[in-house]
């Protein structure tokens, strides 16, 4: 009966901390497709080429920009949606 208890406990914790981790997975693809999306509606943004991660709420942008001040803006923009905990600006400024 013991064995029995401590069996249900180990997956009573399994199943929460498995809840938990979908949760978060959950979470970065929802704010991974906002960032896409609000990116690609900016006029000033939109037609570069970003690559867009994003891990428990950290999302690092890399890619080329034209201007300084549309990297700054991109960041901006990204820093604006919900549950973005921080963002990692790896944006190169490339004259073509």
């Known amino acids: 009966m013991r064995h029995l208890a401590i069996l249900l406990a180990f997956l009573l914790l399994?199943?929460?901390?498995?809840?938990?981790?979908?949760?978060?997975?959950?979470a970065d693809d929802r704010i991974?497709?906002?960032v896409i999306r609000r990116l690609?509606?900016?006029?000033?943004?939109?037609?570069?080429?970003?690559?867009i991660t994003v891990k428990e709420g950290?999302?690092?942008?890399?890619?080329?920009v034209t201007r300084d001040k549309h990297r700054q803006k991109?960041?901006?923009i990204i820093?604006?949606?919900?549950?973005?905990k921080q963002v990692v600006n790896e944006l190169v400024i490339k004259e073509f």
Do not use: H, P, S
């Not at 399994?14 to 959950?26: N, P, R, S």
């Not at 950290?58 to 080329?64: A, I, R």
């Open 14 to 26: 399994g199943v929460c901390a498995g809840a938990a981790v979908l949760q978060e997975v959950t």
């Open 32 to 34: 991974y497709d906002e």
């Open 40 to 51: 690609a509606d900016d006029r000033d943004i939109k037609g570069n080429a970003f690559d």
């Open 58 to 64: 950290v999302v690092t942008v890399k890619g080329t």
């Open 74 to 76: 991109a960041e901006k």
């Open 79 to 84: 820093k604006k949606v919900k549950g973005v």
